[in-house]
C-alpha cells in the first residue's frame, strides 16, 4: 500500500498549488481519501476529505471552513489519484500536507459526508509535501 503526495512548493499570497495523493496497493473506490496538514508547532489539522459514494450528493465531499471556497478536493479513478486544488493560498496555509486512505464497507468508515473523522481513524499515509506560503 502506498499513498505519494507531490506538487507542494513555495507560492506567493493569492497563488494557487495542486496537489496530488497517487495511491496504490488497494481498491481506490473502497477508500476515502482524506488531506490533513501539519504546520510548525501547531495541531494536525483535517481539511478536506473525497469519497466515491457522496462525492456526487449534497452532503460530500467534506471541507474545513478554514479551506471552504479556496480548495477543491477531486479525484480521478482511472488515475488511483486524489487532487487538492489550493486558491487563494496564505500564509497561514504553509504546513506540510499529508493524503491518507480510509477504509469503507457499508456504513463502516469515513464517508466524507459532512465530518472526514480524525487522523486516527485513517489506515493508510503519504509522506507528505510541503507548502510554504510566502507574505
Known amino acids: 500500500v502506498q499513498l505519494v503526495e507531490s506538487g507542494g512548493g513555495l507560492v506567493q499570497t493569492g497563488g494557487s498549488l495542486r496537489l496530488s495523493c497517487e495511491v496504490s496497493g488497494f481498491t481506490f473506490r473502497d477508500h476515502s481519501i482524506g488531506w490533513f496538514r501539519q504546520a510548525p508547532g501547531k495541531e494536525g489539522e483535517a481539511i478536506a476529505c473525497i469519497n466515491s459514494i457522496t462525492n456526487s450528493r449534497p452532503e460530500g465531499p467534506y471541507y474545513v471552513d478554514s479551506v471552504k471556497g479556496r480548495f477543491t478536493i477531486s479525484s480521478d479513478n482511472a488515475k488511483n489519484t486524489v487532487y487538492l486544488q489550493m486558491n487563494a493560498l496564505k500564509p497561514e496555509d504553509t504546513a506540510v500536507y499529508y493524503c491518507?486512505?480510509?477504509?469503507?464497507?457499508?456504513?463502516?468508515?469515513?464517508?466524507?459526508?459532512?465530518?472526514?473523522?480524525?487522523?486516527?481513524?485513517?489506515?493508510?499515509w503519504g509522506q507528505g509535501t510541503q507548502v510554504t506560503v510566502s507574505s
Open positions: 491518507a486512505a480510509n477504509y469503507v464497507f457499508g456504513r463502516t468508515g469515513i464517508h466524507c459526508a459532512y465530518d472526514m473523522g480524525s487522523g486516527d481513524q485513517y489506515d493508510y
